[in-house]
């Protein structure tokens, strides 16, 4: 079992920047690609960024492409997401999530899920 914990979340002003980090428990997770979600009151969950096990492959939402860095340093079993220039859009409960790649659906399989941080952006 993976344990995923997550902090650097708060409020910024618009045009702003933070740091996400998710902290993981277990041997296996450098051998697990990494999401990070999030949620807006009223919307579907979506995904932001995700970064395979070695930090080779790296998927951006288009919304955040320029902006959001998604990296990894295994040795600490941590993920970063590095969030600049902010806009009021970009407010969410944003979500870590780790698992295996998935050969059969061609994506990974998100089987540990961090416990959400509040990203408050005001203007």
């Known amino acids: 079992q993976v344990q995923l914990v997550q902090s650097g979340g708060g409020l910024v002003q618009a045009g702003g920047s933070l740091r996400l980090s998710c902290a993981a428990s277990?041997?296996?997770?450098?051998?697990?690609?990494v999401g990070w979600f999030r949620q807006a009151p009223g919307k579907e969950r979506e995904v932001v960024a995700r970064?395979?096990?070695?930090?080779?492959?790296?998927y951006y939402d288009d919304s955040v492409k320029g902006r959001f860095t998604i990296s990894r340093d295994n040795a600490k079993n941590t993920v970063y997401l590095q969030m600049n220039s902010l806009p009021p859009e970009d407010a969410a409960v944003y979500y870590c999530?780790?698992?295996?790649?998935?050969?059969?659906?061609?994506?990974?399989?998100?089987?540990?899920w961090g416990q959400g941080t509040q990203v408050t952006v005001s203007s």
């Open positions: 277990g041997r296996t997770f450098s051998s697990y690609y």
């Open positions: 999530a780790a698992g295996p790649f998935s050969i059969a659906r061609h994506q990974p399989q998100y089987d540990y």
């Open positions: 970064i395979s096990y070695n930090g080779g492959s790296r």
